[in-house]
């Protein structure tokens, strides 16, 4: 592949786990966004910067943990949407099948079917002038650093027929390809769309073939038992993702700017059912929040943890002083459906508890305070919000654990007679977690800070399972 005539841009949502690819000519100015999310303007800067026009927005699936940012490139650059035929999409776009081939310059991007994760997933080729001869694969979730995107997202029915129609796409496509071809997945580490093994964004088939615990599979039955164990719980927003992408996501038009609410204004739309939304980070949000408020730091990160613990649809007022975390809390929540963003506290807390209205505040508790708390005659709960394969790799003994995301949903008998303390990795999950029990009506509460890494860095005592 000559370097001068084609070019690969890579955009990592770290968030997400997810990367989107910028796939252009130099020889003929033009290029193709390959998963891109949202909010656009990104894209747009670097075709800008690249002097590349946008002639294509493509996606390999419908997916389900992001809203596909296809309809805001054709609305905002004019590019032409291209997505699987079997997608069934409910708006302008070009379907595309096996076989059909876009032109890139000298190169072309030959769309080949490769199911498993989805049903209609496809991935696309990129070959060398003769169109025969491949160079790279952008997989989507087909084919990952170490293993493949789940197939479970779409129900129990339908998770052993997906993984069997991925097993065949394995074998018989994407790792029959030549061993240099370089392979471009969008799942990657930190998506709970994939289980990947390796913090490396891309691969080659050749690596993946020595060394993809999927492709180690002897036979079927084998493959089927390593592809359908071990996958953790993901966000309940997962389940509207798909609808929305095949429907067609409202267009945005650009990153909505967040209108200021005054205290009274954002007091008085609480009272219509909205949801306050703090974003600070946690030690702000422990010094004093509006009460009742989720505390989701933006760090924690917003976009997966909103996704878990906040209604889908919500009507939501976001509380953060500084305005470029507003605008990064809005890029976040964009990008997974949260649209109904009706403004910010003006002034903050400062300025809610000036007009008089309550606040509350979280107390924290040291690993060392917590040792003694749990060692003496005092009650006190632990409650680990770590996902389960955490928890297993090690916990605090006499720690109740039950998933951060699971809080909001499921029926709760935690002791009330007693402090619940709140811990995690480090601190982030346990203040969200923290701020929904709280909602839930549980009072005394404390967030142990540093959560188990500190624990572990006191050389105290962990239990394994």
């Not at 409202?250 to 008085?268: F, T």
Request: hydrophobic share 40%; glycine share 10%; with cysteine.
């Amino acid at each position: 592949m000559n370097p001068d005539e084609v070019f690969i841009e890579q955009f990592v949502d770290e968030g997400l786990g997810n990367s989107a690819y910028l796939v252009g000519s130099h020889a003929t100015h033009t290029a193709m966004l390959i998963d891109a999310l949202r909010d656009v303007d990104r894209y747009r800067y670097a075709a800008e910067r690249l002097s590349v026009r946008l002639t294509h927005a493509l996606d390999t699936h419908l997916h389900a943990d992001f809203v596909s940012g296809a309809r805001e490139l054709a609305a905002q650059a004019g590019a032409e949407i291209g997505a699987a035929a079997a997608a069934q999409l409910g708006f302008d776009h070009r379907p595309l099948a096996e076989g059909d081939v876009l032109p890139l310059a000298s190169q072309a991007l030959r769309v080949l079917a490769t199911p498993g994760h989805t049903p209609e997933h496809i991935s696309f080729v990129l070959t060398d002038p003769d169109g025969q001869t491949p160079r790279a694969v952008f997989s989507g979730g087909a084919l990952v650093v170490g293993g493949a995107a789940r197939t479970d997202l779409l129900g129990h029915d339908l998770c052993a027929p997906l993984a069997r129609q991925l097993y065949d796409t394995l074998r018989h496509k994407l790792l029959s390809l030549p061993d240099a071809v370089e392979v471009y997945p969008t799942h990657g580490a930190g998506s709970f769309c994939a289980a990947p093994v390796s913090s490396a964004r891309t691969t080659t088939i050749g690596r993946e073939r020595r060394t993809n615990r999927l492709a180690q599979a002897r036979d079927e039955n084998e493959f089927m038992q390593a592809a359908l164990s071990g996958l953790p719980s993901y966000p309940v927003y997962y389940k509207e993702m798909r609808g929305i992408n095949q429907r067609g996501p409202r267009v945005l038009g650009g990153v909505p700017k967040l209108a200021p609410l005054s205290a009274a204004e954002a007091r008085a739309l609480w009272q219509q059912g909205a949801l306050a939304l703090d974003v600070r980070e946690r030690q702000a949000f422990a010094a004093g929040h509006v009460r009742g408020a989720y505390g989701i730091p933006l760090s924690a990160p917003l976009i997966t943890w909103a996704g878990w613990l906040v209604p889908f649809g919500a009507r939501l007022v976001v509380v953060e002083d500084d305005a470029a975390r507003r605008e990064e809390a809005v890029r976040q929540l964009i990008r997974i459906g949260y649209d109904n963003l009706l403004g910010y506290l003006e002034g903050g807390v400062k300025a809610w508890a000036r007009a008089g209205y309550e606040t509350s505040s979280a107390r924290s508790i040291s690993v060392h305070e917590l040792r003694q708390r749990l060692r003496s005659d005092e009650p006190l709960t632990l409650l680990d919000v770590r996902q389960a394969d955490e928890w297993e790799a090690g916990h605090i003994p006499s720690a109740i654990h039950i998933e951060n995301g699971q809080l909001p949903w499921i029926a709760l008998s935690l002791p009330t007679d007693r402090p619940l303390a709140v811990q995690c990795a480090s601190g982030n999950r346990s203040v969200a977690g923290l701020s929904v029990l709280a909602r839930r009506g549980y009072t005394d509460l404390l967030q142990v800070e540093g959560g188990i890494e500190a624990w572990e860095e006191a050389g105290y005592e962990v239990e394994r399972e």
